[in-house]
Nanobody
């Protein structure tokens, strides 16, 4: 599978953006999908993950209540709806896929993912 992330841009604090992660070459129906972000000078951070069923998505604490992950298997796409954006959300956002389930405790660990899309830059101005 190949992943293509899009939807980044410049937004003011408090605004919203929706990122998309489109898959080609294989169905996303069989994959665990996660969003990660990396700010300049910082390590890659797990943001959210969603399992094949779409139930019980998981979020890192800093985005809970503001971000929503969803998947449309018919469109082979996973979304990250970001609201109430803060300057500290500024980063390059990546989506990643894994074929085999891992415990939720590991779903935001970047090392467990073997397929990555290119990043999309999100810049939140204050």
């Amino acid at each position: 599978v190949q992943l293509q992330a899009s939807g980044g841009g410049l937004v003011q604090a408090g605004g919203s953006l929706r990122l998309s992660c489109a898959a080609s070459g294989s169905s996303l129906d069989y994959f665990l999908i996660a969003w990660f972000r990396q700010a300049p000078g910082k390590e890659r951070e797990g943001v959210s993950c969603i399992y094949r069923s779409g139930s019980s998505p998981y979020y890192t604490r800093s985005v809970r209540g503001r971000f929503t992950i969803s998947r449309d298997n018919a469109k082979n796409t996973v979304y990250l709806q970001m609201s109430s954006l803060k300057p500290e959300d500024t980063a390059v956002y990546f989506c990643a896929a894994r074929a085999i389930r891992v415990p939720v405790s590991q779903c935001l660990n970047p090392v467990v993912y073997d397929v990555w899309g290119q990043g999309t830059l999100v810049t939140v101005s204050s």
